[in-house]
């Protein structure tokens, strides 16, 4: 959805209750959705949290997906949890049933994955990487043919459906499996599509951006403790306000600048508060903070692809 004010456009957003993206230019092949079937390779914490939220926005049933991971143990709990086949060393049996592949081990091991499945891939069927800093040429180097691959990063949001996930992919997929791709992230939170390039500072923004959040709500409650309130209310205001502002740009679609003025009463106390934000760097901690991870994401990803290199 673009956003246009003053006969410019402020905004881009994609929200997972908006229409999935269309070229009109295009034709899709909607059969390609029809008895989908996902297997997840690696279902941990992010692996299972979109398992988890593709069942239950139905994007697949319980029948059409398939989870692997490495331990007996894991795998009970996502039954137990989840209902559907979990296989451990069960990677190609997996892969080869399924119209969408993801690969959500820790990127070191995705390579490997990659190996291990290669001779039973097909070129319809499409693979997702969740893994952190791990380029796209580095799996198709892994891959005997060439196939649709996407590159994804989700943030740990996803486990309540509100994640922020930005994803690219290589030159053989098609706009179909993209919308594939759209509905299966779109059913855990909001998707964005960026250059390859971009990865590094989406890792650094969203990826990494819950921490951030996560101070941020922690300094509030010490705050709120500091003068005089029980760290439960402390709590309670603390997150709502930060829930509550994010859903406020949001909705409003204006930019957060616009929003702070409209609650900065002149000679008020936000602006006293404000001063001393500003007096501290606040914005321009933050800067630094995204410019800085976004170096070091860089430069992992450049290690990762070494070390896959090198066997
Ligand atoms: N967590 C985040 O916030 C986050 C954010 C963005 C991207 N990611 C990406 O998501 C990926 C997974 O991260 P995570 O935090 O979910 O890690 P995790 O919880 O450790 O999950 C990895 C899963 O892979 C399974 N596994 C290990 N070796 C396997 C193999 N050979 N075949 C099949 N399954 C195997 C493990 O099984 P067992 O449980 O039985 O050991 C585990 O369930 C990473 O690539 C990471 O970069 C994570």
Redesign the pocket.
């Known amino acids: 959805m673009s956003v246009v004010r003053n006969g410019k456009p402020a905004f881009t957003q994609l929200h997972n209750r908006d229409p999935p993206p269309q070229d009109p230019q295009r034709t899709y092949n909607s059969n390609v959705g029809q008895q989908l079937k996902i297997a997840i390779?690696?279902?941990?914490?992010?692996?299972?949290?979109l398992l988890g939220g593709i069942l239950k926005a139905g994007v697949v049933t319980k029948e059409n997906v398939i989870a692997?991971?490495?331990?007996e143990?894991?795998?009970n709990t996502l039954r137990d949890q989840f209902g559907c086949l979990v296989l451990?060393?069960g990677?190609r049996a997996a892969a080869e049933q399924a119209g969408v592949i993801v690969?959500?081990?820790?990127?070191h091991?995705?390579p490997?994955?990659v190996e291990?499945i290669r001779d039973i891939l097909r070129p319809e069927q499409v693979l997702v990487?969740?893994?952190?800093?791990?380029p796209i040429a580095v799996i198709e180097s892994k891959l005997s043919a060439p196939m649709p691959v996407f590159r994804s990063?989700?943030?740990?949001p996803v486990v309540v459906e509100e994640g922020a996930i930005a994803y690219c992919f290589n030159r053989h997929a098609r706009p179909e499996h993209q919308v594939i791709v759209d509905r299966m992230f779109r059913a855990v939170g909001v998707v964005c599509t960026v250059e390859e390039e971009m990865m590094d500072a989406v890792?650094a923004l969203s990826?990494s951006g819950?921490a951030y959040v996560y101070m941020v709500i922690e300094a509030f409650i010490a705050g709120g403790v500091k003068m005089g309130l029980s760290r439960e209310v402390s709590t309670r205001l603390a997150e709502q306000t930060v829930l509550g502002a994010a859903k406020h740009v949001r909705q409003s679609m204006l930019h957060p600048a616009i929003l702070r003025d409209e609650v900065t009463t002149p000679g008020g106390t936000t602006i006293v508060a404000i001063h001393e934000l500003e007096r501290h760097g606040l914005r321009s901690m933050l800067i630094s903070a995204i410019e800085t991870a976004t170096k070091h994401a860089k430069e992992r990803s450049k290690v990762l692809a070494q070390k896959v290199a090198e066997g």
């Not at 390779?41 to 949290?49: D, F, I, Q, V």
């Open positions: 390779l690696g279902a941990g914490n992010m692996g299972g949290a692997t991971v490495r331990s143990e894991r795998a451990t060393g990677n690969l959500s081990t820790k990127p091991i995705v490997k994955v291990e990487s969740l893994a952190a800093a791990l990063m989700p943030n740990i890792t990826g819950p």
